[in-house]
DNA sequence: CGCTATTTTGACAGCCGTCAATGAACGTGG
DNA sequence: CCACGTTCATTGACGGCTGTCAAAATAGCG
């Protein structure tokens, strides 16, 4: 049966990437060649080591090359918010091109490869093509974008309609990644980090999780999930888009 | 008795435009002079009316000169998210240099004035200042630090948290804006408002306001609110960063 | 001054959180 | 390959924060 996600070994090349469809800079001609001048190593980590603690000085740019990883805060009494689920191709942080502390940590779900690129020279390359600046811009924007569309769901969405919205949102992220295998994809995440994620407790994702398994709309069997009744799962989504 | 806001009337030029600091744009040198040549116009409102509709095509990009506007998302069965309260300064949405249409509307809480500007020209203007372009890049790495701060609140904290919150957050900006009289403020937002900022019903946020009166720690009369117990209030806010 | 919008209050329900115990799954080392 | 400890999922009982509904009181507006 196809393998939907295998430890990838990192290529010796930008050029040969097998993600980079997905990352941040695009396929303007010429660019990968000159990114892959910027790359000064890789980096790997196993699952649930911390990759970056809030406030740290950042040194190093890094994209998530494999595996998945979250994004998060803490609240000094222990509360967690989950801001991102991050998947392969993923820029680890954008805003640490304008900040040299940033204002969340960064955790790995599965073990995890990062390539790593040295900040300065990368803010030095970005600055030097105003038209990668600007795809930058845009990537923010749409950053803005899915974040509101969160702020939303966590505002105005109850549990069913939340746990329903991220399973379809990430159907479609690792479709974009063609990491899917028809309606069945790797699904690593604890319901712990589905509860920090959506702002609700993990004994209470468990009950949203079991009840949408009764009901025939998905199936989860060794870390990975199958949708198994799309359109009756975007029924419980409820309206509104569900954003890639 | 100071005059906290009252109906600016708009400045010929940009030059003098009293909430100039408070803009997008910055102070670089020569730049207000090249922005008011950008500015097309000023629009009026009358409170509560709909600024922009959701979807719609984008032909001018606005900054908010005076009074108070908010941007939302409707869901179809009518729950509303208010995704920021817009003050005098703001500008009502930057991500229209990049999109065309976006994916919420706006609306005027109370009498609004704003300036008008150009779509295209603004965007080609900005293009042609690569330090305006990072800057503005700055500006939405703010914007996603802002919202990552508020998917907290909302996912992870309790009503009284919030409420405490966004008082102090807006009692934040309009220190900026030398639009408070030591700890009183203008407050023209309704409990509705307040509740489809913070994801509570208006009845709740009766409730909380009420407490926190009872408490002594603000005060609210005829569309002011005052700070009686600024620690208080933080200690009820609990721990993290407020954000301005 | 009459009307509308808004706030407040009470009763009640329910979604979701908390606490705790059980059991399954997983990772690691002998 | 099995043993064992840790992590994770599940379940039940219970409580409370917050929502819903409705009505009355107030404030604001033309």
């Known amino acids: 049966m196809g393998i939907i996600r295998k430890a990838l070994t990192l290529p010796g090349h930008c050029r040969s990437c097998p993600v980079g469809a997905a990352t941040a800079y695009g396929d303007a001609p010429g660019i990968v060649a000159q990114i892959a001048q910027l790359?000064?190593?890789?980096?790997?980590?196993?699952?649930?080591?911390?990759?970056?603690?809030?406030?740290?000085?950042v040194r190093h740019i890094y994209t998530l090359f494999d595996g998945w990883a979250i994004r998060f805060k803490m609240l000094p009494d222990g509360r967690r918010q989950i801001l991102t689920v991050l998947l392969p191709g993923d820029a680890i942080s954008l805003p640490s091109l304008w900040a040299e502390r940033l204002d969340f940590s960064v955790q790995a779900v599965t073990a995890v490869s990062?390539?790593?690129?040295?900040?300065?020279?990368?803010?030095?390359?970005?600055?030097?093509?105003?038209?990668?600046?600007?795809?930058?811009?845009?990537?923010?924007?749409?950053?803005?974008?899915?974040?509101?569309?969160?702020?939303?769901?966590?505002g105005r969405r109850t549990a069913h309609e939340r746990v329903a919205r991220l399973i379809l949102r990430l159907y479609e992220r690792l479709t974009m990644r063609n990491a899917t295998d028809g309606l069945t994809f790797d699904f690593p995440l604890r319901q712990q980090h589905i509860g920090d994620v959506l702002g609700l407790t993990s004994v209470h994702v468990s009950r949203v999780l079991r009840q949408l398994q009764t009901a025939r709309?998905?199936?989860?069997?060794?870390?990975?999930?199958?949708?198994?009744?799309q359109d009756g799962l975007k029924a419980i989504a409820g309206g509104g888009d569900i954003p890639g």
Not at 39 to 55: D, V, W
């Open 39 to 57: 790359r000064s190593g890789t980096r790997q980590f196993r699952a649930r080591r911390t990759l970056y603690r809030e406030g740290e000085s």
């Open 114 to 154: 990062l390539c790593e690129f040295d900040r300065a020279a990368m803010i030095e390359f970005i600055r030097s093509r105003p038209d990668l600046e600007w795809r930058i811009g845009s990537m923010l924007v749409r950053e803005v974008d899915l974040l509101e569309q969160r702020l939303t769901d966590l």
């Open 217 to 229: 709309l998905i199936d989860r069997s060794s870390q990975k999930l199958t949708i198994l009744n």
